[in-house]
């Protein structure tokens, strides 16, 4: 294998990785969101580093098959997936495709610095739907690990927001 | 039943690995007995989440207890599942308050911001160990826990200076779990060796920032510090309530009736 291979390889696994979306918001490639973190190609050997975006979210485990099996499905065998913690993802890893793509799926997406300390959640989210900031949170845990429940107080929708973290 | 229990060599990096650990699980094992039983769905909801977090970074935690001890005598070696699922009571390392029934809603949410007013900081502090691995740990750990400290102080203000009702229940809440928080900050002559070599910091270093913290909440909570001096310890040695045995019994059930038992 020459470092040309390597880099043509390199390019054929980016590509398979852009099918791999998160199980819980398939708008999202894991590019997009952020949780893959590296692609090494060393004398024709795949290392695909992806790291979680909660300690305990249970879609990584069906993250890391779906890349083995986007990778088989390219035709490409030999590699390893492997799960690192540091640097730990920070919502600020989101691209801003990923955050347009969020947008459009009616998630709003992270309020940078919204994460810790003020109580009774008073950073300002607008809607995803009308746009409106007249908008007040439900529940700070929604139905995934990375999202909270909100309402919008114009239109009267219920929306997820993407927790900043 | 099996008797499939595992030793375990706990040198000062593995035991040290394997207290913080299982802190994690028990409190997040505790925390999934709520699923269905919240006072509402949202709260339901958001107690499982806290609860998937502490089993994730008791996974990091064992995988690192794994990775840093001696094999066994016949060449096997621990894993996650061997410490989570083949250790008995008395191998169990875990502060005394994450073991300790449910009880109220109330209850758990007290319960859960004494212990995130804790953790919190004191992962935040942590990120700055000479141990890549912990170091790791701590950092994601610790964005997690500031979240579960947001929520829990703000259930502990709304419901203390609630109704009557909600109030009294979040005092005597308060008064049954007091004597076990101060067990947290305890270290030993195993902590003291990693924390010379920079690997984890002093414990007890935590306890003024954490007394604040509680104290600001409990005073907006309209909520009375206890003047009890006296503190419950021993899970830290493996000198645990009888609760930990039930608690155990459920959770192993499965892979210690069907050893190897996989998915
Ligand atoms: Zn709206």
Redesign the pocket.
């Given at each position: 294998m020459t470092p040309q291979t390597d880099a043509l390889l390199r390019t054929r696994v980016l590509h398979a990785l852009d099918d791999v979306t998160d199980p819980e918001i398939p708008v999202l490639t894991i590019a997009d969101l952020g949780i893959l973190r590296d692609v090494r190609v060393h004398n024709g050997v795949v290392d695909v580093t992806i790291t979680p975006t909660y300690s305990g979210c249970p879609a990584m485990n069906m993250i890391a098959l779906d890349i083995e099996t986007a990778l088989a499905r390219a035709g490409i065998e030999n590699f390893h997936v492997k799960t690192t913690l540091s640097p730990a993802w920070t919502t600020a890893w989101l691209s801003e495709a990923g955050r347009q793509k969020l947008l459009a799926y009616g998630i709003a997406p992270p309020q940078e610095g919204s994460g810790r300390g003020s109580l009774f959640g008073t950073v300002e989210v607008a809607?995803p739907?009308?746009?409106?900031t007249d908008?007040s949170r439900l529940a700070e845990f929604g139905s995934t690990s990375c999202k909270a429940l909100w309402r919008?107080n114009?239109?009267?929708?219920p929306?997820d927001y993407f927790r900043c973290h | 039943m099996v008797t499939n229990t595992i030793s375990v060599s706990e040198t000062p990096q593995v035991l040290y690995a394997l207290r913080r650990a299982d802190d994690a699980l028990i409190l997040g094992h505790r925390l999934s007995e709520c699923c269905g039983h919240a006072p509402t769905l949202e709260e339901d909801m958001a107690l499982a989440n806290i609860g998937l977090d502490l089993i994730g970074q008791a996974r990091a935690l064992y995988a690192l207890a794994a990775l840093r001890e001696p094999s066994l005598e016949d060449g096997r070696a621990n894993t996650e599942d061997t410490y989570a699922y083949l250790r008995d009571v008395g191998q169990y390392r875990n502060l005394l308050l994450c073991e300790l029934p449910n009880g109220d809603f109330g209850r758990i949410i007290m319960r859960q911001f004494l212990y995130s007013a804790f953790i919190d900081p004191y992962w935040r502090a942590m990120m700055k160990s000479s141990d890549a691995q912990l170091a790791a740990i701590a950092e994601k750990a610790e964005k997690e826990t500031a979240y579960h400290l947001r929520y829990t102080s703000e259930w502990v203000i709304r419901l203390g200076d609630g109704t009557p009702k909600s109030h009294d229940r979040m005092q005597a809440a308060l008064e049954f779990l007091w004597s076990y928080t101060g067990e947290m900050f305890d270290t030993d002559e195993a902590e003291a060796m990693l924390q010379a070599e920079g690997m984890i910091i002093d414990a007890s270093a935590i306890h003024d920032g954490w007394r604040t913290t509680v104290q600001t909440i409990l005073d907006r909570a309209t909520l009375t510090l206890p003047q009890s001096a006296w503190m419950q310890k021993g899970g830290r040695s493996g000198r645990h309530s009888e609760h930990l045995g039930f608690l155990l019994a459920e959770m192993q059930q499965l892979p210690r009736s069907e050893p190897g038992a996989v998915w």
């Open positions: 809607c739907q009308c746009g409106s908008t919008c114009t239109c009267r929708e929306f | -």
